[in-house]
Nanobody, 122 residues
Framework: QVQLVESGGGSVQAGGSLRLSCAAS??????MGWFRQAPGKEREGVAR????????YYADSVKGRFTISRDNARGTVNLQMNNLKPEDTDMYYC?????????????????WGQGTQVTVSA
C-alpha cells in the first residue's frame, strides 16, 4: 500500500512562490502528479512526471510558472510554483500510479494524498 503525504502549502501574495513536496511511503510509484481542486469544482491536473524517464507535462494554465521534479536524495516529488496568481488558490493533491503513465484524468490515478491548501491573495 502506498501512502502519499503532501507538505509546503500556505498563503502567499500574488507574484510570490511556494514549493510543494510529496513523500511516498513504501515503494514509490514511477508515475507522480499534482492536481488541484476548489470547492464545488472538478479536480484538475496541474503537472505530472515519469520519474523513470524524466518526462514532464503541464496544464496550459501553469506552463512557464510551475515546475515538477523528483528529488532523489529526499525521495520526494516537488512542485515549484512561481509567479502565483489568485486563481491558483486551491487544495493541491499529490497523485501516484504504478503500472502506466496516466494523463490528467483523476480517475486514472491509483493513489492520492490528503491535500495541502494553497491560498494566493491579490
Amino acid at each position: 500500500q502506498v501512502q502519499l503525504v503532501e507538505s509546503g502549502g500556505g498563503s502567499v501574495q500574488a507574484g510570490g512562490s511556494l514549493r510543494l513536496s510529496c513523500a511516498a511511503s513504501g515503494n514509490t510509484p514511477r508515475y507522480m502528479g499534482w492536481f488541484r481542486q476548489a470547492p464545488g469544482k472538478e479536480r484538475e491536473g496541474v503537472a505530472r512526471i515519469d520519474t523513470g524517464g524524466g518526462s514532464t507535462y503541464y496544464a496550459d494554465s501553469v506552463k512557464g510558472r510551475f515546475t515538477i521534479s523528483r528529488d532523489n536524495a529526499r525521495g520526494t516529488v516537488n512542485l515549484q510554483m512561481n509567479n502565483l496568481k489568485p486563481e491558483d488558490t486551491d487544495m493541491y493533491y499529490c497523485a501516484a500510479n504504478a503500472g502506466y503513465f496516466p494523463g490528467f484524468v483523476p480517475g486514472d490515478w491509483g493513489y492520492w494524498g490528503q491535500g495541502t491548501q494553497v491560498t494566493v491573495s491579490a
